[in-house]
């Protein structure tokens, strides 16, 4: 009976926070919750990528997958992301050619 009774005050109370957060920011149009985790989401993505399926002889498959999910991204986050993708087009003797062809 306890561990209902902390679910119901400690799980639902912030359930229902959360919940009420994410309306209001759908609601009032800026969805500004919304793109900082699809944001996160797609660095902690791009991390593992990197991190974990990176080898020299898979560079280019890791890059054509990360320079596509970046773009993806960068074009449901809308505004501001599409000019930092801008940016990130013309620093073409940096980036791989992979990331040239997708952005």
């Known amino acids: 009976m306890s561990a209902l009774r902390a679910f119901r005050r ?14 209001a920011d ?9 793109r900082t985790l699809r944001t996160v989401k797609t660095g902690a993505i791009l991390l593992w990528e990197y991190k ?9 498959d ?11 991204c960068l074009k449901k986050n809308e505004g501001l992301y599409v000019k ?3 940016a990130m087009a013309s620093m073409d003797v940096i980036l791989p050619d992979e990331y040239k062809s997708e952005l």
Request: aromatic share 8%; glycine share 8%; with cysteine.
């Open 84 to 86: 930092f993708g801008q």
């Open 26 to 34: 759908e609601l009032y149009g800026h969805q500004i919750l919304q």
């Open 62 to 72: 890791v890059h054509a997958r990360v320079s596509k999910k970046l773009v993806e």
């Open 52 to 60: 974990v399926n990176w080898t020299p002889e898979t560079s280019s």
């Open 10 to 23: 400690c799980v639902l109370p912030i359930g229902g926070a959360a919940c009420l957060t994410w309306a």
